[in-house]
């Protein structure tokens, strides 16, 4: 295989070198009011916004999660959710994976950040919010510090230092689970969460 | 990729005129059409007799030898540091933005460089160079029309708005505008026989839009989808005429 | 299926309802797109920006390679290097054999397209399922994709109701969008759940830090990059970028340019396997990159744009001749404007050498382009290459379309057009005897099938202006 690899670059590297172009000046842009922004876009493809506070989010959680009949929910025993048929992520898929697929109603999970621009969430699944928290059960409540919704991607990846410290896998999350396969109709929840709603706390 | 930036400054006094070699053999009163537009506003407008082709043809079929030879013909043919006005958006764009490739490392490449900044599409002349658009006047019974814009016009030559900026300077004009105006029309020069079927599909869509915005003429700055869409047009039936056009400005203005 | 372009085009122009599926669909892709670009100033910055990021990573190409696979092994991701689909297929295949697997769930792969990878696994006891809904149903009907983006554009959902009905125990006749949707959920969680490995393939390499990145709106791109012990990507070595930064401006343009998305609803970002103390994710990552005549095309100064691609697939969307004749008739993996520059270029001009000459050159492919790829002088390039070849050798199957006759005839038309004293008769002979010429003579014939005779005018326009006083000089 080395062998590919060296014949790959030779054949590369054999080809006239031309000057890399230096990369012309755009602005991606920038917003007063970054969560009207972050809510009209997410609102715009499916998603719940709900504007809470430090004091009031686990009581209005409980609240969504009752009118929607949600029955267990999967969510780190930090963050304290109230909520009686809850389980935690606290062995490997290969232990937890029938339950997982199956077995849970919704997910609670905690976010970097947001950009306003495109009305993303930043994820960065850890051992408490693994990666599948957010995408096996068919709903994911997401929570979002309304300090962190950044302007645009750009602008979060340069302030959180992505590029020295790529973590594992690191998420954009803009919505519920969708395709548009079958006639270009829209339809939610095809393989991950069929309702996204995130809980900004300000 | 519009080719145009600013137009020449001066005013100029004299203007070369290339007729294009379809213009030439099928639609000859169109391209005198534009150059009594351009006499009509006091220009002294020169046709060199020794003009044939841009090179398109060839150069599309992947015969840039010949192509380059008969180019270098028209550099040869437009001596002078005059503007060359063409009456096609796809001539001129071979002659704007294909001239300076096409010559790269011949012995005429410079020659060539300063041919293709002199070239311009004629609406975008009339408009940008002589203010034709506020000078019109419309001498002609009502009429409604629809606007078909050639692909190198609009996407070599950047001219978009200015065969409409004229049209709808005409006050006894009404221009109903084909919701698919920027779609090809399926000429394509050796396109039309390669693929025949595909062609005849795209085509007869042309007609059928064209057809839809009840317009009983068709104007176009391009005398090859003129003759496509035209040809169509008469083949089915259609009472829609094509026109180009300088040939209909100067038929509203000036009668003719 | 006929054996060529013009073969194949006659069976989908003769098919209404293959027909009016592209058209609906490339009407409604290309209006959700030009929503996304109204503000035409930052569209063209935007654009300056995408084409630089990519032709800037092709500049520094091999050093970018070497840079990402160090950073990336670093990472603990295994990287392979294929020259060909054969390459690529056996070494996708030993690492499947290498860990026992069985089955093996797909997120969306044009690479894995081009390698024919499923049937590969097939033939060797593996089964390989798609699960991109798209990918799904078309997996179901045994056929290939007909656009990069949408595979199974071409069915309604009539057909796919049929599908589903014949394939899923129990799947009662349906044509409501959300229940197939749902029904294919149901039949891909379960494959999800067993399957061994997961295939992806990746939209940007970047080797700044050795990740992965790859978007989708499904969430199956993220089920198979995450839920099976083992993951396999493959991607073509022109998928890189330098930074981290270029990734924000080139999803600025990809999804926009693509459906009209503001952004997909995932974009993961893959840097390394599971590591200890995380609780999913895969063991291991392979990375298979491969090269199937990139390289040769990297040789080429101009031809190398082609390699700037993003994948997007608005040139297809926005394309008269695909949105007429649809995917399957450029008979390769990828169709449309790309496809028709991308795979003579792969495959050689002696395989499809049809291709470059299946477009009017109406530039509007280039006009949408997210990367500025100068679509249509390279079709003239690969016109030319195949007529009267050029000494570079980037291109195979050069010269392959080069005939006596047609030679012959354009020589006879310089002698001519380059000459005015030959002009000058010639025209005038045609324009007095043209219209003697029958209507069924060659070329002509095509020509009036739907279109009358182009009329001769009598006198040319050099002798009009002659009669009118014109100036010579």
């Known amino acids: 295989m080395s062998s590919a690899r060296a014949n790959i670059l030779a054949r590369l590297r054999a080809a006239p070198k031309v000057p890399a172009p230096e990369r012309p000046d755009w602005q991606a842009q920038g917003f007063n009011d970054r969560l009207d922004r972050f809510r009209m876009m997410l609102e715009a493809v499916h998603g719940e916004v709900h504007v809470v506070t430090d004091e009031t989010w686990r009581a209005h959680l409980r609240k969504v999660l009752a009118e929607k009949n949600i029955g267990r929910v999967l969510a780190a025993p930090h963050l304290g959710v109230d909520w009686d048929d809850q389980v935690a992520y606290d062995s490997p898929v290969e232990d937890f994976k029938d339950q997982l697929v199956s077995g849970i109603d919704a997910c609670v999970t905690t976010t970097r950040g947001a950009i306003a621009e495109t009305g993303s969430l930043v994820l960065v699944p850890d051992s408490d919010e693994p990666r599948l928290s957010s995408l096996l059960p068919p709903i994911h409540v997401a929570l979002l510090k309304a300090e962190d919704i950044a302007d645009n991607m750009a602008q979060i990846m340069e302030a959180q230092g992505w590029a020295a410290s790529m973590p594992t896998n690191l998420l954009l999350i803009s919505g519920p689970s969708k395709t548009a396969d079958i006639e270009q109709t829209l339809a939610y929840g095809v393989h991950g969460p069929k309702e996204l709603i995130v809980l900004v706390l300000q | ?256 | 299926m006929g054996a060529d372009f013009s073969t194949r085009a006659h069976d989908a122009l003769n098919n209404p309802q293959l027909r009016a599926n592209f058209r609906r669909a490339m009407d409604g892709l290309m209006t959700k797109r030009a929503a996304q670009f109204e503000d035409q100033d930052n569209w063209n910055a935007l654009r300056a920006r995408g084409a630089a990021i990519k032709a800037r990573a092709l500049a520094r190409l091999p050093d970018l390679l070497e840079e990402f696979e160090q950073k990336a092994s670093a990472n603990g991701i295994i990287v392979h290097w294929a020259e060909t689909t054969e390459d690529a297929n056996r070494m996708v295949l030993e690492i499947l054999n290498s860990h026992g697997a069985k089955k093996v769930i797909k997120g969306k792969s044009m690479v894995s397209e081009e390698m024919h990878l499923n049937a590969h696994l097939e033939a060797h006891g593996i089964r390989a399922v798609e699960s991109d809904l798209g990918e799904y149903i078309i997996q179901l009907a045994g056929e290939a994709p007909s656009h990069i983006v949408m595979p199974c554009i071409h069915k309604n959902k009539g057909e796919i109701a049929q599908l589903f009905t014949d394939n899923i125990d129990n799947q009662p006749y349906t044509e409501d969008v959300d229940a197939l949707t749902a029904a294919a959920r149901q039949v891909l969680r379960r494959e999800f759940a067993s399957a061994d490995a997961g295939l992806s393939g990746a939209n940007f390499l970047v080797a700044e830090t050795g990740s992965l990145v790859l978007i989708e709106n499904e969430g199956n791109g993220r089920l198979s990059t995450t839920l099976p012990p083992l993951h396999i990507a493959v991607a073509g070595i022109e998928k890189l970028v330098e930074k981290l930064d270029d990734v924000a401006p080139l999803l600025a343009l990809l999804p926009r340019s693509a459906t009209g998305q503001a952004i997909t609803t995932y974009v993961n970002m893959i840097s390394s396997p599971r590591k200890p103390g995380e609780k999913d994710g895969p063991r291991q990552v392979h990375l298979v990159l491969l090269d199937n005549g990139r390289s040769r095309v990297y040789a080429d100064e101009q031809l190398r744009d082609t390699l700037r691609c993003i994948r997007c697939g608005a040139c297809m969307n926005h394309c008269p001749v695909y949105s007429r004749v649809g995917g399957h008739t450029y008979g390769s993996v990828y169709p449309g404007p790309i496809g028709k520059i991308l795979t003579p270029q792969l495959a050689g001009l002696d395989c499809a050498g049809d291709l470059p000459h299946a477009s009017t050159l109406c530039n509007a492919c280039v006009e949408v382009c997210p990367v500025q790829i100068p679509i249509a002088d390279i079709l003239v390039r690969l016109r030319t290459e195949a007529a009267e070849p050029s000494a570079s050798t980037a291109v195979k199957g050069a010269g392959s379309g080069h005939s006596a006759v047609e030679s012959a005839v354009w020589k006879g038309w310089q002698a001519m057009y380059a000459n005015p004293a030959a002009y000058k008769i010639g025209t005038k002979a045609l324009s007095v005897l043209g219209n003697l010429i029958p209507a069924a003579a060659p070329l002509l014939k095509q020509w009036t099938s739907v279109r009358t005779k182009p009329k001769f005018a009598g006198k040319t326009l050099h002798q009009l202006a002659r009669e009118k006083g014109y100036d010579n000089e």
Not at chain 2, 216 to 228: E, I
């Open chain 2, 1 to 256: 990729m519009p080719a145009h930036v600013t137009p020449p400054a001066p005013m100029p006094k004299d203007v070369y005129y290339f007729g294009t070699c379809l213009v030439d053999l099928f639609f000859p009163d169109a391209g005198l059409a534009g150059m009594e537009l351009l006499k009509h506003q006091g220009i002294r407008v020169v046709f060199p007799q020794g003009q044939s082709c841009c090179g398109q043809p060839a150069f599309n079929s992947g015969h840039k030898s010949e192509a380059r030879e008969v180019a270098r013909a028209q550099l040869n043919a437009f001596p002078e540091d005059w503007p060359i006005v063409v009456p096609s958006g796809s001539c001129a764009g071979m002659m704007r933005v294909h001239y300076p490739d096409l010559f790269k490392g011949d012995r005429d490449e410079d020659k060539a460089v300063a041919f293709a900044s002199r070239v311009f599409e004629l609406s975008w002349f009339l408009v940008h160079v002589l203010g034709l658009d506020t000078k019109l006047v419309d001498k002609g019974e009502k009429v409604t029309v629809t606007w078909h814009g050639s692909c190198h016009s609009m996407r070599e030559m950047g001219v978009v708005d200015e065969p409409k900026r004229l049209i709808r300077a005409l006050s006894n004009v009404t221009l109903v505008e084909n919701p698919r105006e920027k779609e090809c029309c399926g000429f394509g020069g050796t396109f039309a026989v390669r693929q025949p079927e595909v062609s005849a599909a795209m085509v007869a869509d042309k007609i059928d839009a064209i057809e839809q915005t009840g317009a009983t003429r068709v104007v176009s700055g391009d005398c090859g989808c003129l003759m496509n869409i035209g040809g169509a047009l008469d083949k089915a039936g259609k009472p829609t005429k094509p026109q180009h056009l300088a040939e209909f400005l100067l038929e509203r203005c000036h009668g003719r």
